[in-house]
């Protein structure tokens, strides 16, 4: 899968794994050792994240349900969360994550309120 922000004209990943199920998003990013530039994982449906047992900081982009074209809207992000310690409960209106390197979310110039597509 690929991550775009349409508003911007910038690829935020053009490499992007899919964490669906239950299990999947709790897992995510626990244990990686990093997680290179022009990767990201999409946890769809997620209203909030936890970095327990993470071992890399990251950028989280939290994003609106899609609409009938399949882009959505961002509705909140969060730059360089530590590992450990950073933890985002609840995002209201959230209806899934992208979670990026960190610096990922200024290369790509996104702001709240931009629209991005997450396709195959």
Same mark, same amino acid.
């Given at each position: 899968?690929?991550?775009?922000?349409?508003?911007?004209?910038?690829?935020?990943?053009?490499?992007?794994?899919?964490?669906?199920?239950?299990?999947?998003?709790?897992?995510?990013?626990?244990?990686?050792?990093?997680?290179?530039?022009?990767?990201?994982?999409?946890?769809?449906?997620?209203?909030?994240?936890?970095?327990?047992?993470?071992?890399?900081?990251?950028?989280?982009?939290?994003?609106? /349900?899609?609409?009938? *074209?399949?882009?959505?809207?961002? +509705?909140?992000?969060?730059?360089?969360? $530590?590992?450990? %310690? !950073?933890? #985002?409960?609840?995002? /209201?209106?959230?209806? *899934?994550?992208?979670?990026?390197? +960190?610096?990922?979310?200024?290369?790509? $110039?996104?702001? %709240? !309120?931009? #629209?991005?597509?997450?396709?195959?």
């Amino acid at each position: 899968m690929t991550a775009q922000n349409l508003t911007r004209g910038t690829v935020l990943a053009g490499q992007v794994e899919v964490a669906a199920s239950l299990w999947g998003r709790f897992i995510g990013l626990m244990g990686r050792r990093h997680l290179p530039a022009g990767e990201g994982l999409w946890l769809p449906g997620s209203n909030g994240i936890h970095m327990l047992f993470m071992r890399i900081p990251i950028d989280a982009i939290f994003v609106g /349900r899609p609409d009938p *074209g399949g882009s959505r809207r961002v +509705v909140s992000i969060h730059r360089d969360l $530590r590992p450990w %310690t !950073g933890l #985002v409960p609840l995002v /209201r209106g959230a209806d *899934g994550c992208l979670e990026l390197p +960190v610096g990922a979310i200024d290369a790509s $110039r996104t702001v %709240t !309120g931009d #629209v991005l597509r997450i396709e195959d």
